[in-house]
């Protein structure tokens, strides 16, 4: 998505956020939130405005293993925590306390007045022990931020299916292969709760006490941000259950719509080709073959 639409989607969302009425949320046994209702209209501009402006495919690069193997047989896809991605900095934020300290007073004008009756400033002992209460409430809400990665369950997908990189990092060199879904399948399936990752040079920044209170709001686009050196992979998120997930566990398979086609790695294991060719048969998708241009740094598909 372009800089313009992302902007517009994550303002939609937002808006989204605001409306949710806490009385309408459903919490499991541990009194975690484990169904959230949007707003039926609002949800229905941002379904369709996903539709208008998101992609006409995403692909999922997949090594070929057994449960690869497994979940194309059986409409199925593994979600997984935060924590097993591959990236660090996932769900990093930064938090601007004097920020912060500053929205909240603005927030209250006689507590303002009454510390200019009194020559408090920033140096003042009282202002900076204000500022280390904030701290140590942002300690806590790190952590919960952290916990966060334990209990939110997502699966990745790219735009591109002939990305030289996404093919050696995520398909095993080239040996497996990559598969292709309608994107219009996939949103009348799972609704918004597939979503562009934004790229940014800077981690997220708290900078208001608004965002700081209500960090479930902020975290709307933690799960969902990234370096943006990662920003070749073009990726979109599937988010899954939020539970409590004790004891821990590193994913979850769900029910996923039927792929459309999928394409076979020049490297392409013999093994794995023969299972791909049977199911492919079998179920009536579309197969490819990678293949080296000739001519130019670039992969080629022909139909098999």
Not at 200 to 212: G, L, T
Request: aromatic letters at 12%; a neutral charge; hydrophobic letters at 35%.
């Amino acid at each position: 998505m372009k800089k313009e639409q992302m902007d517009t989607l994550n303002d939609l969302l937002l808006k989204a956020r605001k409306k949710i009425n806490i009385n309408d949320v459903k919490y499991d046994k541990n009194g975690v939130p484990c169904s959230i209702t949007v707003d039926k209209d609002l949800h229905n501009q941002i379904k369709d405005y996903l539709l208008q402006n998101g992609p006409q495919m995403l692909y999922r690069y997949r090594t070929g293993n057994s449960w690869d193997i497994d979940n194309l047989k059986n409409d199925t896809i593994c979600l997984s925590t935060l924590k097993e991605y591959n990236d660090p900095f996932e769900n990093r934020v930064c938090i601007d306390f004097e920020g912060v300290a500053d929205s909240y007073l603005k927030m209250d004008p006689k507590t303002v007045a009454l510390m200019h009756q009194k020559h408090i400033d920033k140096n003042h002992p009282l202002y900076k022990a204000g500022i280390d209460n904030i701290k140590t409430l942002g300690e806590k809400l790190q952590e919960s931020l952290s916990m966060k990665k334990l209990r939110v369950f997502t699966a990745c997908f790219c735009e591109e299916k002939s990305s030289l990189l996404m093919w050696a990092h995520y398909a095993n060199s080239h040996k497996g292969f990559c598969i292709g879904y309608k994107f219009e399948d996939i949103i009348n399936k799972f609704g918004i709760n597939i979503l562009p990752v934004i790229y940014s040079k800077e981690y997220s920044v708290i900078r208001s006490y608004e965002m700081f209170e209500d960090y479930d709001e902020f975290f709307l686009d933690e799960w969902r941000s990234k370096s943006i050196e990662w920003s070749y992979e073009k990726e979109w998120r599937l988010v899954g259950d939020y539970r409590k997930n004790e004891p821990y566990e590193k994913g979850q398979v769900v029910d996923m719509v039927k792929p459309f086609c999928i394409y076979m790695g020049v490297n392409i294991d013999k093994a794995i080709r023969n299972q791909l060719m049977k199911i492919c048969s079998e179920r009536e998708i579309k197969l490819f073959q990678m293949q080296l241009s000739e001519k130019s740094y670039r992969l080629l598909t022909y139909c098999v």
